[in-house]
């Protein structure tokens, strides 16, 4: 176990729809990573929070939205779902904002979006 | 382009048929070089980081390298268990952020 907790575990919806994923980090963790696994994709980056704060960008749509509370949980938002937005949603805590010389990422099990 | 290639995308070997893993990358300035080992349905777990090259690092029945072009996992005597997705990522000195390969899937016949 991780200590990174994503919830839910599986997603169905429709295309055109709004979701909301969650994560909450291990227990001291600052940093959360959002990522986007698909077959023909692999693991795509989409967005970094460090303590409360929006820290890197990767490959996120406009469509999608993320933010890191007080409490340092995250919510990614997707909106006006496509069916290439089916895929594997993972939420990644480290200790620190970067991933420097002793920062490993700590993944959750994952959200699986089936768009419909 | 910053870019971490992983070759080959499958591999199947028998128990206790020894065999390497490779990942390929080209960044303009490596920071570390990071395996992680993927579970179907699970989120990849850390391996091990490598920072320069010549550096050697083990756990169990893998040994990761590093070169200046490359990383090798070496997999010696696999048992069914070590069948996974095996994940390279690299960081890079501008903006430490991961850039990470597609995979290989690891598949160890009993």
């Known amino acids: 176990d991780s200590g990174v907790t994503q919830t839910p575990k599986h997603l169905i919806t429709a295309t055109g729809q709004r979701v909301t994923l969650r994560c909450s980090p291990r227990?001291?963790?600052?940093?959360v990573y959002w990522y986007q696994q698909s077959l023909d994709q692999g693991l795509q980056f989409l967005i970094q929070y460090y303590n409360g704060e929006e820290r890197a960008k990767g490959n996120i749509l406009e469509r999608f939205s993320a933010q890191q509370f007080p409490d340092l949980h995250s919510e990614l938002n997707l909106s006006s779902l496509e069916l290439g937005d089916s895929a594997l949603y993972f939420c990644a805590s480290s200790v620190g904002d970067r991933t420097s010389r002793n920062e490993k990422l700590f993944f959750g099990s994952g959200t699986q979006l089936s768009v419909l | 382009e910053d870019q971490v290639t992983q070759s080959p995308e499958a591999l199947r070997l028998q128990e206790g048929e020894s065999s390497s893993l490779n990942c390929s990358y080209t960044v303009s300035g490596l920071r570390g070089l990071f395996w992680y080992r993927q579970d179907p349905g699970k989120g990849p777990e850390f391996l091990f980081t490598l920072y320069s090259a010549g550096e050697e690092k083990e756990k169990e029945r893998l040994k990761a390298t590093l070169t200046k072009k490359e990383s090798f996992l070496h997999i010696t005597a696999p048992k069914p268990e070590d069948s996974a997705t095996y994940l390279c990522a690299a960081a890079m000195d501008s903006n430490y952020q991961l850039i990470w390969g597609a995979g290989t899937k690891l598949i160890i016949k009993p």
């Open positions: 227990s001291g963790d600052l940093s």
